[in-house]
Every structure is written in C-alpha cells, then in structure tokens.
C-alpha cells in the first residue's frame, strides 16, 4: 500500500489549493479514505473522509462549505480541493487508507 501526496504550497488567505493523494496496492474503487493535518505544535487533526463509492463524504466543523473531498477512478486519485483558505488552514495534510498514511504535504496560508 502506497500514499503519495503532492499539491501543497503557499497561498495568501481565500487562496485556493487543490491536494491530490495517488493511491497504489489496494482496491482503490471501494476504499473508504480521509484527510487529515497536523498544525505547527498541535496534533493530529481529522479533516475530511470519503466512502469507497465516492459518497456521503464527512468533513469537521471548520472546514465545511470550503473544502471538497472526491475521488478520480480513473486516475486511483483522492483530491481535497481546498477554497477560501484561512490562516489557520495552514498544517501538513496527509491522506490515510486503513493504517498507511502518506509523506504530507505542506499547506501555508500566509499573506
């Protein structure tokens, strides 16, 4: 099982980022996944999960109405599109399947 993250970068506060995770050695088609960040000093935080049909995604309190959780079949990606960033958006993310997470990706919101 494999997890490679890649989109991070920085962005000035209501930026937008677009995370992918490319998903290798698992059935990508029905795996449920999630999103998650660690902030500078903080831990882990959940973000967001979707089920393997792609449906009924779940996000927290803070980032919901902003950020978008999906899946590419074709592509055995999983994207977090990320809108109206916020300063205190800013953290690794790193996407997870079962107890394999990826390398993370750096996000700043900074102006």
């Known amino acids: 099982v494999q997890l490679v993250e890649s989109g991070g970068g920085l962005v000035q506060p209501g930026g937008s980022l677009k995370l992918s995770c490319v998903a290798s050695?698992?059935?990508?088609?029905?795996?449920?996944m999630s999103w998650f960040r660690q902030a500078p000093g903080k831990e882990y935080e959940f973000v967001a999960t979707?089920?393997?049909?792609?449906?009924?995604?779940h996000y927290t309190d803070s980032v919901k109405g902003r950020f978008v959780n999906s899946k590419d079949y074709a592509k055995n990606t999983l994207y977090l599109q990320m809108n109206n960033l916020l300063p205190e958006d800013t953290a690794v993310y790193y996407c997870?399947?079962?107890?394999?997470w990826g390398q993370g990706t750096q996000v700043t919101v900074s102006s």
């Open positions: 997870k399947y079962e107890n394999t």
């Open positions: 050695g698992f059935t990508f088609s029905t795996a449920p």
């Open positions: 979707i089920t393997g049909s792609g449906g009924l995604p």
